[in-house]
């Protein structure tokens, strides 16, 4: 039962990037589309999007390419791609705070792989710039707090190699705009991320038992269950450590078996401690991971 939510989770969790390997819209260049009929849809101030494949195609690899023109016809931002979509779900939406809309596309440079989509945001001002771009994991869900200020969920995925690709470990990253930058707001949110109002904290204590974890620690555990548990014990050490939850993250990595305990807390670290140092200095003073610099 366990597994079967876990992988429909995981499922879940690509869904956006499978759903953009294929788009079907007419807002939509798709590579392997035979036919990609041009689209164009008129903006705010005389701006307009204009969407469909490049003048020749064979002779290119991204054979789809978006621009947006101002009233004078002129191409103020241009992207081009193996897939590019004019978001026009998330078009008009304020993510800095302005109180002037954004527009919205995603791309796709890597062939349909999950590694190459991302959101383009781009405002038309005081005058036409990019805002940010989003490269895109899994999941990401764009929301608005209780002051109407855009917040951003980024499914982010972590360590590596512990698991198959599709039960990566996993954790949420929540991002505002300020300034015109996205900053990172997941301490904000760790309250709700850790109580039974997410799915992922009820599955995770559900599976995480002192049994299950006692047999996984003695490897008595059934090889079917053990991808489980790696998947999410690393995923919440993962989610406390974006919450900045050290001494949380050290407890759930020392829940391994000893016997591979240093050589996986040496990995995790290294897979984060470009961007924190301060969790690496956390571990180290604790002892838990020798040999690690």
């Not at 053990?226 to 919450?243: D, M, P, T």
């Not at 984060?272 to 969790?279: A, G, L, M």
């Not at 200095?281 to 610099?293: I, V």
Request: glycine letters at 6%.
């Amino acid at each position: 039962m366990h597994r079967a939510i876990l992988w429909l989770i995981c499922l879940f969790c690509l869904t956006p990037t499978v759903r953009a390997q294929w788009p079907k819209d007419k807002n939509a260049c798709c590579y392997e589309r035979k036919e990609n009929a041009p689209y164009k849809k008129k903006l705010w101030h005389g701006y307009e999007v204009s969407l469909g494949p490049v003048p020749n195609p064979e002779g290119v690899e991204y054979r789809c390419t978006v621009a947006i023109y101002n009233s004078k016809g002129r191409v103020v931002f241009r992207t081009s791609g193996f897939n590019v979509v004019f978001d026009e779900e998330q078009t008009g939406k304020d993510f800095d705070g302005d109180g002037k809309p954004e527009v919205v596309f995603r791309t796709d440079t890597g062939g349909g792989n999950y590694c190459c989509w991302s959101y383009i945001i781009y405002s038309l001002s005081p005058k036409p710039h990019k805002l940010f771009e989003i490269n895109v994991e899994g999941r990401v869900v764009f929301e608005t707090d209780e002051n109407r200020n855009m917040v951003i969920w980024k499914r982010t995925a972590g360590l590596a190699g512990y698991t198959s690709m599709a039960a990566q470990p996993f954790a949420e990253k929540i991002l505002r705009v300020r300034e015109g930058k996205l900053v990172d707001a997941t301490s904000e949110f760790c309250p709700r991320i850790f109580s039974n109002e997410n799915e992922d904290y009820r599955i995770a204590t559900a599976l995480l038992t002192p049994e299950k974890l006692e047999q996984f620690q003695r490897g008595a555990i059934p090889e079917g269950d053990k991808e489980e548990i790696v998947s999410v014990l690393l995923s919440r050490a993962l989610q406390h450590v974006f919450c900045r939850q050290f001494a949380e993250a050290i407890s759930d990595l020392n829940l391994w078996p000893d016997a591979s305990r240093s050589d996986m807390k040496a990995n995790f670290v290294s897979s984060v401690q470009e961007e924190y140092p301060e969790f690496a200095a956390k571990l180290r003073e604790s002892g838990g991971c020798p040999g690690f610099s």
